[in-house]
């Protein structure tokens, strides 16, 4: 099992720019896919991003689309979300997870098929 580390969180203002990273353990990060999810207070966790094993394919939430985009570089077990334009009602703390099979062609969205979460970090967009 892959174990998970984000960064890059805090508190920006309205239309302002972060960058999240999550670091991974283990030797299986080069073949499983990889998500980033979101949970804001009273709310379900919800899907944000998501890439393929190989880097090779993206699928982003209808929320997010144009403003964030997420990456990976499997030589430093790392994905990162990059997040543009940001509003205030991205205000949440953000995970990321790794998907429970590998090499798998299909980018999934379900919490079920993650097996791995790292422990979140918080994201703060002022108005």
């Known amino acids: 099992q892959v174990q998970l580390v984000e960064s890059g969180g805090g508190l920006v203002q309205a239309g302002g720019s972060l960058r999240l990273s999550c670091a991974a353990s283990g030797r299986t990060f080069s073949s499983t896919n990889m998500g980033w999810f979101r949970q804001a207070p009273g709310k379900e966790r919800e899907f944000v991003a998501g890439?393929?094993?190989?880097?090779?394919?993206?699928q982003l939430a209808d929320s997010v689309k144009g403003r964030f985009t997420i990456s990976r570089d499997n030589a430093k077990n790392t994905v990162y979300l990059q997040m543009n334009s940001l509003k205030p009602e991205d205000t949440a703390v953000y995970y990321c997870?790794?998907?429970?099979?590998?090499?798998?062609?299909?980018?999934?969205?379900?919490?079920?098929?993650?097996?791995?979460w790292g422990q979140g970090t918080q994201v703060t967009v002022s108005s």
């Open positions: 997870a790794a998907d429970r099979s590998f090499y798998s062609a299909y980018l999934r969205r379900d919490l079920s098929a993650f097996g791995s």
């Open positions: 890439i393929r094993w190989s880097g090779d394919y993206t």
